[in-house]
Nanobody
C-alpha cells in the first residue's frame, strides 16, 4: 500500500523558516517527479515547486529565491526548505508523487503570522 507521510508544517512568524518532508513508502515503481502544491481556503491548488528524476527543478514565481526543493532518491523523500516566509504563504501544503500514477499526500498546514 502506497503512503505519503508529510511532516514539518507549523506556525511561524513572518520571516521565519520551515522545512517540510514527504516520505513515500510502498512505491515499487521508479518515481519520475516529486512536488509540493499548496491550497489556501477559497483558492485553487497551485504548484509550489517540483523536482524531476534528473534533478530539474521548477518553482512558482512567488517562491523563487525563498524556497528550495530537494529529494533523496534512496529514501523516496522530497523536502521543501521554506525561508523568509510571508503571511501569503499560509496554506495546506500537499506532497505530489508521480510513479506508475499520481499520488497525493494528506497535506500539512503552514501558517505564517505577520
Amino acid at each position: 500500500q502506497v503512503q505519503l507521510v508529510e511532516s514539518g508544517g507549523g506556525s511561524v512568524q513572518a520571516g521565519g523558516s520551515l522545512r517540510l518532508s514527504c516520505a513515500a513508502s510502498g512505491i515499487t515503481w521508479s518515481i519520475s517527479k516529486m512536488a509540493w502544491y499548496r491550497q489556501a481556503p477559497g483558492n485553487q491548488r497551485e504548484l509550489v515547486a517540483s523536482i524531476h528524476s534528473g534533478g530539474i527543478t521548477i518553482y512558482a514565481d512567488s517562491v523563487k529565491g525563498r524556497f528550495t526543493i530537494s529529494r533523496d532518491n534512496t529514501k523516496n523523500t522530497v523536502y521543501l526548505q521554506m525561508n523568509s516566509l510571508k503571511p501569503e504563504d499560509t496554506a495546506a501544503y500537499l506532497c505530489y508523487v508521480v510513479a506508475n500514477r499520481v499520488y497525493w499526500g494528506q497535506g500539512t498546514q503552514v501558517t505564517v503570522s505577520s
